[in-house]
């Protein structure tokens, strides 16, 4: 077999990770022990995110022609891709709080929702909630007045009947 016929699968399920992904985000993972790395990948798969190392070469065939072609720049040295279909946000939240400890896990660059983002705003991205925190905030601002408003209510009702 040529090595061609090889690597298009690769290309291929690179490409098929990449396609409808809402974030994609690059990580330079040299340094990290086997727990650390273990503990790593829980916390993504937890949260839904596909995280792979593959051949920067493969990732650059994937990539081109793709909202993550300006991704390329940064394929150099062990590079681990991390994708999320779900939250645009989780990839990058995940791996920025997980660098605080683990200092050896470097964050390179990502796309999120289309945009590119280098190291710094990939740590920008990183501190906006999920969207479920945020539906959750959204839910509890809108609960207060709902039931305050509940409770004026029926001491009006009860101030009534103790006229009546």
């Given amino acids: 077999m040529a090595k061609v016929e090889l690597k ?14 809402q974030s994609a ?21 937890e949260a839904g995110v596909t995280y792979k190392v593959y ?10 022609g793709t909202e993550f072609e300006s991704l390329a720049e940064h394929l150099e040295g062990p590079t681990a891709l991390a994708v999320s279909k ?7 939240r995940i791996l920025f709080n997980f660098a605080k400890d683990a200092t050896a896990l ?8 289309g945009t590119y983002y280098d190291t710094e705003g990939i740590k920008v991205i990183a501190t906006i ?6 539906l959750a905030k959204f839910l509890g ?22 006229v009546a």
């Fill in 25 to 45: 985000v690059l990580v330079d993972y040299r340094g990290l022990t086997v727990e650390q790395d273990t503990q790593l990948r829980k916390q993504l798969r």
């Fill in 129 to 134: 909630p999920s969207r479920d925190e945020l």
């Fill in 8 to 21: 298009a699968p690769i290309v291929e399920e690179i490409s098929e990770l990449l396609n409808g992904a």
């Fill in 55 to 64: 051949k920067n070469t493969m990732v650059n065939f994937a990539i081109k």
């Fill in 141 to 162: 601002s809108i609960q207060s007045p709902i039931t305050n408003f509940a409770r004026v209510i029926k001491q009006i009702a009860e101030k009534n009947e103790e």
């Fill in 106 to 113: 470097e964050l390179k660059a990502g796309v999120v929702e």
């Fill in 86 to 92: 779900d939250d645009a946000t989780a990839p990058a």
